[in-house]
DNA sequence: TCAGTATGTTTAGATGATCTACATATGGCG
DNA sequence: CGCCATATGTAGATCATCTAAACATACTGA
């Protein structure tokens, strides 16, 4: 399917701060939920996650940590602030607005009495 | 509210072309609908539509046509196209692609089970 | 041992489509 | 006459992502 860029930039920080809301995860794993939760529909490239990762820790919506298991590679661990519980909750405002409004489009023409 | 940047630029095209897909109309009547539509939430600055439309035209998504009612100011018809309506279902499953993506991760937390 | 693949993170610089801000025009109303 | 709502248009700035590449390590199989 492909997401294009606007879907993209519209919907990967409330995805992001949507998972990290369930619990602490890591760059590489966030992609591959997205992908596997997607059904493979939506994959970024890791450039395109990483600088908006950062962003965020900039921003105070995330907070980040070095994590090295034995014998494996380290990792970046990101866990969500109150402060991107905050955002998150206004992505999902501003989602649900939009949503409803093209509910109403797509829905039964009788609706349009405008 | 006020949609972010993002948020409008990523649902702008989906809103134009099902309000088109309704039947025709023109700029100004269009952010009054969906400013209508949206219960005042969304109101979108005439000069972020504008735009929008040629762009469409341009890509052949929609066409034009002047119409001069008795005693009333010219306005600029829009109607969807073929082309248009293709596109339209693409942003149809692009929204949903996303959307059942954030109702999984916005649901109850069992069904994380990744 | 060596190549290939999956894991994992980073960033410099290009890109490009909207947003800002303004301009233009006219009909109706008090 | 002045103001507001109606109605459309565009030049140039803006700015956050995308592209593309690099770096690093663990494991697997030939």
């Known amino acids: 399917m492909n997401l294009s860029k606007p879907m993209t930039a ?3 920080n409330a995805v992001i701060l949507a998972l990290l ?3 602490d995860s890591y760059g590489y794993e966030i992609i591959k939920n997205v992908r596997a939760l997607s059904g493979g529909a939506i994959d970024w490239p890791a450039g ?3 600088p908006v990762l950062h962003r965020m820790r900039t921003d105070g919506l ?3 940590y070095w994590q090295q298991p034995e014998g494996e590679r380290r990792r970046r661990y990101y866990s969500i602030t109150a402060k991107g519980r905050k955002a998150l909750g ?3 405002a501003q989602w649900m607005t939009v ?6 489009l797509w829905g039964p023409d009788p609706a349009f009495g405008l």
């Open 10 to 12: 519209a919907s990967i």
């Open 21 to 23: 809301d369930r619990g």
């Open 48 to 50: 395109s996650l990483y």
């Open 62 to 64: 995330v907070e980040s």
């Open 90 to 92: 206004e992505e999902k």
């Open 99 to 104: 949503h409803n409004l093209l509910m109403q």
